[in-house]
DNA sequence: TAAAAAATTTAGATTAGTCTAAAATTCAAA
DNA sequence: TTTGAATTTTAGACTAATCTAAATTTTTTA
């Protein structure tokens, strides 16, 4: 159908359209790792298939055709990255890798099967909603717990930032998708945030507050 | 690593091993529908990568490492086709296609993992052994149903043809994996044989019996 | 609003994998 | 053992995806 590098574009496309209205060629030649003239060559290509609405110099967005398709590569990503850890025991910093991959395996029926064998999970374990087999999910109303005011109390459910280092700090200090939080103090001169979570005090930065995403 | 289709001729030649001691060009080719100008293009470049040994004219055979190689595909094809039949429900005339896009997945972790999740399987679905993570297996000693000699009694336990129509055909008789039969009668005009299974006498055609394989 | 800077596209190459057609080699008869 | 058939390899081309360098268009800013 579309080959595995197509299957990338659009899904790259997807999510930075998630962010700006319409999506340049160099946010995704940065996202993809590539140059912007290889962009250029791939829109073309992908204008061509009515996969993407595309005019010269003036940015892209998906067609309903293409955003089918990138919904079908997030699904399969998330599910898989779901199994790996549910099923598989691996841990949530191990998963992206491997989802990569298995993201692009073609078969309809598998994803399918597999999502009913986990019970048709709706969160990833990043907290990313699960796209059903027609596309559609919900997404949480997710605030970075750096934009919180003292006292405000939350669940744990999400990520702003998928880097195996930062997973592995917040596993590191027990903040992970789930957990109560509650913010006790915001230091007025570098923006660290002092948590309650379970009883104990923890000292987050500024930098970990703003990619740690909370539900109300 | 090595491209998808650098494994795909790994494990054509693999395959095709089994049955000759050297491989052939044209061997290749019809195995992967290709042409046999372009088998050669790649065999120059395995021989390169000191994946095959290979000599102009002279036919292939698989280097040390190349085997490895192939053998971690096969792994991953037969545990994967188990996990789709035993975890997913799939049939068995319905899982090849499947794991031949699973079988390139790159990560060690996850087959092992895989492997781990189900508990060491020992045959694929169709009974072909599954190699451990040192590729180490032990073929049963299997014999077709056509070579068999009246009285003589056996446990279905593989098959030589993978086709879905074949396995559909089996499956519909209740000629599967696992299944005791008895050689009743044997037809010296058409070599057709009648079998005894389960208290019930079945006719099969030297065809079937040909690529029905049974351990004694 | 006219440079200058930034972003984007085009031009021209490169690499992997494939093909057809032609040449070379091996094999099998006669 | 020569000749013809079959097999295999080489030559030359094509497509997808990529790159660098140069040209074009848009955006910014003075
Ligand atoms: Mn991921
Ligand atoms: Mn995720
Ligand atoms: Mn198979
Ligand atoms: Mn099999």
Redesign the interface.
């Known amino acids: 159908m579309n080959t595995f590098t197509e299957e990338n574009y659009l899904k790259a496309i997807y999510h930075l359209s998630t962010q700006s209205e319409s999506v340049s060629t160099n946010q995704i030649a940065a996202s993809l790792n590539t140059k912007a003239a290889s962009v250029t060559d791939m829109l073309k290509k992908l204008a061509e298939k009515e996969l993407i609405n595309y005019a010269r110099y003036q940015g892209v967005t998906l067609s309903q055709k293409g955003e089918k398709v990138a919904l079908s590569i997030v699904r399969k990503h998330r599910l898989w990255e779901y199994f ?1 850890v549910e ?4 841990k949530w910093d ?1 998963v992206h ?2 989802a990569e ?2 993201e692009h ?3 309809r ?2 994803v399918d ?2 999502d009913e ?1 986990m019970g048709h999970p709706k969160y990833d374990p990043h907290g990313d909603p699960i796209p059903d087999k027609n596309g559609h999910f919900k997404a949480n109303e997710l605030k970075p717990v750096s934009s919180l005011l003292v006292d405000t109390v939350g669940i744990i459910s999400g990520v702003r930032e998928h880097s195996p280092a930062f997973l592995q700090h917040l596993e590191k200090i027990k903040l992970v998708i789930g957990k109560k939080i509650k913010v006790c103090d915001i230091n007025s001169y570098d923006h660290s945030i002092t948590l309650l979570l379970e009883d104990e005090l923890l000292y987050i930065s500024r930098d970990v507050a703003n990619n740690l995403l909370i539900t109300l």
Do not use: Q, T
């Open positions: 790996l099923k598989l025991n691996f191990e890798e491997v991959e298995l395996i073609s078969s029926e598998l099967r597999l064998f």
